[in-house]
């Protein structure tokens, strides 16, 4: 069992930049591929990124690819994501999750674990 808090959120203007950070419990932080995902208001959940194991490996939603970054710190039991260049359409709240699947997966039910999740606000 892993437990993830985000943190890092915040309101930025537009063309800004922010970086969100999860850390997790446990000291088996290493064996899980980590993801992130946002929900905007009366939208579902959607995946952003996600990294692997050893942080060696990304993946990307395309309405980010290039503008976000998602990356890891094994020694610090944390997962990041920097978000730069943002749009009022980034305005969601952002969760970390975690998998022990091999893989990143692009659906939530690929998850095990959730964050409580932090809020993102991008003015025009």
């Known amino acids: 069992q892993v437990q993830l808090v985000e943190s890092g959120g915040g309101l930025v203007q537009a063309g800004g930049s922010l970086r969100l950070s999860c850390a997790a419990s446990g000291r088996t932080f290493s064996t899980y591929v980590m993801g992130w995902f946002r929900q905007a208001p009366g939208k579902e959940r959607e995946f952003v990124a996600g990294?692997?194991?050893?942080?060696?490996?990304?993946t990307y939603a395309d309405s980010v690819k290039g503008r976000f970054t998602i990356s890891r710190d094994n020694a610090k039991n944390t997962v990041y994501l920097q978000m730069n260049s943002l749009k009022p359409e980034d305005t969601a709240v952002y969760y970390c999750?975690?998998?022990?699947?091999?893989?990143?997966?692009?659906?939530?039910?690929?998850?095990?674990?959730w964050g409580q999740g932090a809020q993102v606000t991008v003015s025009s």
């Open positions: 999750a975690a998998t022990m699947l091999r893989s990143s997966s692009r659906y939530e039910s690929g998850y095990d674990f």
């Open positions: 990294i692997s194991r050893s942080g060696g490996s990304t």
